[in-house]
């Protein structure tokens, strides 16, 4: 608007304060998701600079949780939610990896 240009730093000072404040969000929706009684999951593979990475998808009646990571173990969902569903009921497409959650019995 008055013909300044932006500096890199600008930007990137930019993207670190909403990274910050996104994870917040972030981690609130996950705890909110990891108490639900019902939650649904799945995985689908994405194309990040050219190589696999995998979107895993967690959600209930009102949050959708999206973790973009490079693994589609189970390891994965373990670091994503260490206590697993023990209260909830997972409806899944049964890849291996969902099945070792511990659920609700």
């Known amino acids: ?5 932006i ?7 930019m993207i670190k304060k909403q990274a910050n404040q996104l994870g917040q969000v972030h ?3 996950r ?7 019902l939650i649904g999951a799945d995985e689908t593979e994405c194309n990040v600079n050219g190589r696999i990475h995998w979107v895993w998808v967690f959600q ?5 949780c999206l973790n973009v990571l ?10 994503l939610f260490a206590y697993g569903f023990k209260d909830s009921v997972l ?3 049964r890849w291996p990896a969902q099945l070792k ?3 609700k019995e």
């Open 60 to 64: 209930n009646y009102m949050y959708t």
């Open 1 to 5: 608007m008055f013909g300044q240009q």
């Open 31 to 37: 705890q909110a998701i990891q108490s639900s009684k």
């Open 7 to 13: 500096s890199e730093g600008t930007i990137i000072n």
């Open 27 to 29: 981690d609130q929706i």
């Open 91 to 93: 409806v899944s497409d």
């Open 101 to 103: 959650i511990r659920t």
């Open 70 to 79: 490079t693994s589609r173990e189970f390891k994965t969902i373990e670091n």
